[in-house]
């Protein structure tokens, strides 16, 4: 893999090789990390950063829910995301701002310092070239998510991505495209990365944050573009068996942005492609980066 060049860790900008930390640090041995995964668009007026201040914003609520002492202010670590895209010279791309514990203690409720970074790198489609256009074929997962009262879904912390990694590495191994899971209920909840969308006559429905699910920022921004446009969203607990009901589905999160799904379980979705709805809500969605959708909510942060 070809890295950038620069990252920022810990209050300076660093060449990416010297971003390093050590192996005995709390995180890399007890999850004990929270982050954020947010795009740049390249878009007429400049490089955008999409809903950067929700996304850091989530970052800190993580680090509440943890006790996470976070060392550097939400400021910092926004202006850090602007100067990642800029110094490394990026338009469309993934960021990563990052928080962990790091070196200062062994046992489970040690506070050690807690390390910051933000990292970005050119991002194309998350879950493969063409799946925006052709949609995957998903399967559900034998894993299921944790039940509410374990590990907080709401916070994107880095445990919680030992869920995500049996799911996807499931899916993968067994030849589908992505993963979706269910929750402890034994209703739907989201996939392995992404939160999901039904369609039904027309409307939306999506499954609720009580489905032990993350609260996706892509999920609000599909929620309010669909409404201002006149489509219905409903959220509601939803069966496993409406997966193979509906007339479109599709999974969103900043990284599959919207991935139509053609096929669950090898059951065809609908007519087998992106369907009319999905196909509006990519539209309105990347047309807020080549500005046909107007950014009403002040959602682009020019770097
Ligand atoms: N669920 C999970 C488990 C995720 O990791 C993500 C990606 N952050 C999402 C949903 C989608 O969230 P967002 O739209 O905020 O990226």
Redesign the pocket.
Known sequence: MQYPEWIWHNGAIKRWEEATTHVMAHALHYGSSVFE?IRSYDTPSGPAIFRLID?NT?MYASARIYDMQMPYGLDVINAACREVIRRNGLTQAYLRPFAFRGLGGFGLSADTPVEMSVASWFMGPYLGPGVLETGIDACVSSWQRCAPNTIP?GA?AGG??LS?QLIAREARRLGFGEGIALASTGLLS??????LFLVFDGALHTTPVSAA??N????HTIITLAREAGIDVVERDLPREYLYLCDELFM????AEITPIRSVDGRQVGAGKPGPVTRRMQELFFGLFDGSTPDRHGWLEYV
């Open positions: 995964g996304h989530r879904s994107k919680n991505y995500g989201e996939g392995a990365g992404e939160n699910l993350l996706g920022i892509t999920r969103c999160g900043t990284a």
